[in-house]
């Protein structure tokens, strides 16, 4: 293997695994990110790091300092909705396209991939690494027969950025139907039903944020137009 390219490959392992920890928390929000440590930690060398570092300051995951180095974003309420409101706009459109566009063969992968989603949210011992995974692929799937690559890759993008949230919502959630907002999600969508489908996925996102508003700042609590259906 040519040097080149195990450069490249130490990259995306360097980029897979900050990008997980920062997505989960396991950096927290406002960390320096010193090279050095990453690279002591991880066992990849400095250049490796500093590539995926700059990546996924590209993609908004990272900020990047000047000369000073990187830092994990803040998560604060004004960009908990900035990230909300933009994902909407963008994944119900192409959720729109998809059902437009979308086959047979999208059909069956909606079809797949609830099935698999379905499994984990029924299962008594959840797997909580599992279901997001299912998660994040029922969601794609809903979205795989939207034709345009910009907006796939912009919504990639955003998804990425409210799973920062999500986790926080996780971790403190109210009774809340996720199952039943799945289901009613795969419903609509293989119903051909664009404005069902669109309204249905908005309140999805949407009951996410009012979570992590709520953490984030509790007296916000009453002020949530979803506050008591989230309460179940």
Sequence with gaps: MSNDRRVQTLSDQAYSRLKHDIVAGALSPGTRLAVKQISDSY????????????????????IALGQRGFRVPPINL?????????RVLLETEALRQSIRSGDDGW????????????K?????????????KRNQHFHEA????????????????LHDQ??????????SAPARDVAGEHRALRDAALARDL??????????IERTAYTVER???????????????DRG
């Design 78 to 86: 004004a960009d908990l909705w900035d990230v909300t409101n933009t």
């Design 120 to 132: 984990t949210e029924q299962s008594a011992d959840k797997d909580f690494a599992e279901w997001e």
């Design 43 to 62: 066992a990849i060398g400095a250049s490796p790091i500093r590539e995926a570092l700059h990546r996924l300051a590209g993609e908004g995951l990272v």
């Design 107 to 118: 059909e069956a992968g909606v079809v797949a991939a609830y099935h698999q989603l379905e």
């Design 142 to 157: 809903l979205v795989a027969g939207c034709p345009s690559r910009w907006l796939q890759r912009l919504r990639d993008i």
């Design 195 to 204: 404005a069902a489908a669109a309204e249905v996925l908005r309140s999805h």
């Design 162 to 171: 409210h799973r920062r949230y999500r986790y926080l919502s996780i971790r």
């Design 215 to 229: 953490v984030l700042d509790p007296a916000s609590r009453t002020a949530s137009p979803l506050a008591s259906a």
